[in-house]
């Protein structure tokens, strides 16, 4: 007879011993699933340096020369 020491820590599953077969029977959860139907992104006005930035009014992601790497400044408004 074998023995077989099995310890579980947070989603980790360890045997130690024989040469065993583990089946994990349920399944943790899962993180949420991302798809890029759910995200939008306009980059059509990007120029070198655009930072993408969020626009509420336009329900979007967006990167234009709005918003570039040289108008975030120290305590700026963006």
């Excluded at 943790?28 to 969020?54: C, E, H, R, W």
Aim: aromatic share 6%; glycine share 10%.
């Amino acid at each position: 007879m074998t023995t077989v020491n099995i310890t579980t820590n947070k989603n980790t599953v360890t045997v130690d011993g024989g040469s065993s077969v583990v089946t994990v029977a349920t399944q943790g959860p899962q993180g949420p699933t991302f798809s890029s139907s759910n995200l939008s992104m306009n980059d059509s006005a990007k120029v070198d340096g655009s930072v993408i930035y969020y626009s509420s009014s336009a329900g979007e992601y967006k990167a234009d020369n709005l918003q570039t790497i040289l108008s975030l400044v120290d305590g700026g408004n963006f």
